[in-house]
């Protein structure tokens, strides 16, 4: 019995197959209707799709930059041992100067059981950072090296919050404009950090 119920849909199936009568105008227009209803709402998910992630990926690299300018000004800062903040001038949103009047210096070992540490003046050493403009597009340099990203900050500012004459404490606060040079996309961040 199986044997025949087997042999009659091979045959079915064979007749199918080697039919030469094609589709009909009926099944023609069901297939296009059901491919104009479903094939605009795919694209439309495809589209909103690859907009989100490059909407999502034009911010992560707009932070991206951001962060890197301000962790690259923490590192500077660890390292360059300033005693003071200025503004550079009342006109200059984008520029604090960092000074350094006094160094540290240790007397060599005479046969006592400790070293002596004492301040001793220096010249009048200063780094600054501040924005300055490279092809057409703000950049952050500090001390005249160039902490290049492709963002554009073009509207950043810094400014200090002292307490104390000169500014020996303070809260540098960096605000930051930053568009994409590509898309017309401006993103708006603080970074702030004490001393």
Not at 68 to 85: A, C, I
Not at 153 to 173: E, K, L, R
Request: hydrophobic share 35%.
């Amino acid at each position: 019995m199986i044997k025949l119920t087997a042999r009659v849909l091979m045959e079915k199936l064979k007749v199918k197959i080697f039919d030469n009568k094609g589709i009909t105008l009926i099944e023609l227009l069901i297939t296009l209707t059901i491919s104009a209803i479903l094939l605009p709402v795919t694209y439309g998910a495809l589209i909103t799709g690859y907009k989100v992630y490059e909407k999502v990926s034009i911010d992560a690299q707009l932070r991206e930059d951001a962060d890197y300018v301000s962790s690259m000004v923490m590192k500077h800062l660890y390292s360059y041992p300033f005693d003071s903040v200025e503004e550079c001038t009342p006109e200059q949103t984008g520029c604090i100067k960092f000074v350094n009047n006094t160094e540290k210096s240790v007397s060599s070992y005479s046969g006592k059981s400790f070293y002596e540490v004492r301040d001793e003046d220096v010249s009048h050493d200063e780094q600054a950072l501040e924005l300055i403009t490279i092809d057409g597009k703000e950049q952050w340099s500090f001390d005249g090296e160039i902490l290049a990203t492709t963002s554009d900050f073009s509207g950043s500012t810094v400014s200090t919050s002292c307490t104390s004459d000169p500014c020996t404490d303070a809260m540098i606060q960096m605000s930051y404009k930053v568009t994409h040079p590509q898309f017309n996309k401006t993103l708006q961040l603080e970074s702030r950090f004490g001393f």
